[in-house]
């Protein structure tokens, strides 16, 4: 019965609560404070949570360890950083410039996220690395070595898209569930521990065009699966390279 449950809207505790004016409404443009290095590490160890909003390529070649990627670029962006977070986190951004720091911020107010932010890392990662501060990577796979590596070591695949996405056409095999029930939703458990998959498989995540896909990784990191890679491009692309796929019904729907 969960599975047929809609999705309820990001963030609806606090959006609830300001409209009814338990929480005050931001009367201004709200302005994210610049954090150091030394003070993101401070924060975290206190319990604040990391949303890398750069792009999946950005965010692949270096991020802060146990860090939530949500792209900015997504016009979803204030959605799914409240559909991933916690409720009630506190969150710390990391941008590529101070400009997008402000964006997110902005757009964080229309679900009333925006009283959460901490701040965001001065200089982005370029400071985290000088400062000297581990980094963690997301390898990316594309569409032609992620079907060559099929055949050869039996690499394992999950799909996060939407049910009506998967039903239209997916990779064989593939194991499927969408990133929004890896985290749960009100009163709906998460799912990921629902997997069928090990923390140790290798396992390649795939979504439309490989953002939603780098924002499930970033979930499944923080659960342990350890060997995960990112498929640029997503089933857009495979679709593009001609690759088989089959259909809800087990149907070849795209040769």
Known sequence: MQDEQPLKPANILNIVATNQGKRPLTATRPVAKPLTPGQVVELMEAGHVVVDARSSAEYGAGHIPGSYNVQISSPEFEQRVGWITPDESSIILVTENAEDAQRCIYNMAFIALDSNVSGFLEGGMDAWMGAGKPLEITPQIDVHSLQRRLS???????????????????????????????????????????????????????????????????????????????????????????????????????I
């Open 152 to 254: 050869e070591n039996g690499l394992q695949v999950l799909d996060v898209r939407e049910d009506d996405e998967w039903d239209e056409g997916h990779i064989e095999n593939a194991q499927f569930m969408p990133y929004t029930s890896l985290a749960p939703q009100l009163d709906i458990p998460a799912r990921i521990d629902n997997l069928p998959l090990t923390h140790d498989q290798n396992i390649a995540v795939t979504c439309a065009t490989g953002k939603r896909s780098s924002t499930a990784i970033s979930m499944l990191r923080r659960h342990g699966y350890k060997h995960l890679y990112n498929v640029t491009g997503g089933m857009e692309a495979w679709e593009k390279a001609g690759f088989r796929m089959i259909d809800a019904a087990g149907n070849i729907c795209n």
